[in-house]
């Protein structure tokens, strides 16, 4: 099995910084892309931040110049800086993972974490 342990959320004010963490144990191969999720209440699930195993990042727009993610592929782990912290950043931030379990075979699977509640609020 995979699992996804993330942490570093919390209580935050506005223009503050937090620095999420999530590290992926188990059977693991490989993982190609490793990225940040977030759901606000009474909204979907919208992507954050993703960074591919072979480099470069994609970042929704809103998030632009305030957060940065990055990895440290020899212990799976993925970050996500956030800086200059908004109301509307206020999310539960899910991890999310894309791994090849085994080198038999070349299957990818998604993983998710359990998600860690980020609140921008004064």
């Known amino acids: 099995q995979v699992q996804l342990v993330e942490s570093g959320g919390g209580l935050v004010q506005p223009g503050g910084s937090l620095r999420l963490t999530c590290a992926a144990s188990g059977s693991i191969f490989s993982i190609n892309a490793m990225g940040w999720y977030r759901q606000a209440p009474g909204k979907e699930r919208e992507l954050v931040a993703s960074r591919p195993s072979g480099g470069g990042t994609v970042y929704a727009d809103s998030v632009k110049g305030r957060f940065t993610i990055s990895r440290d592929n020899a212990k799976n782990t993925v970050y996500l800086q956030m800086n200059s912290l908004k109301p509307e950043d206020t999310a539960v931030y899910y991890c999310?993972?894309?791994?090849?379990?085994?080198?038999?075979?070349?299957?990818?699977?998604?993983?998710w974490g359990q998600g860690t509640q980020v609140t921008v609020s004064s």
């Open positions: 999310n993972a894309v791994i090849r379990r085994s080198i038999a075979t070349r299957h990818e699977y998604t993983y």
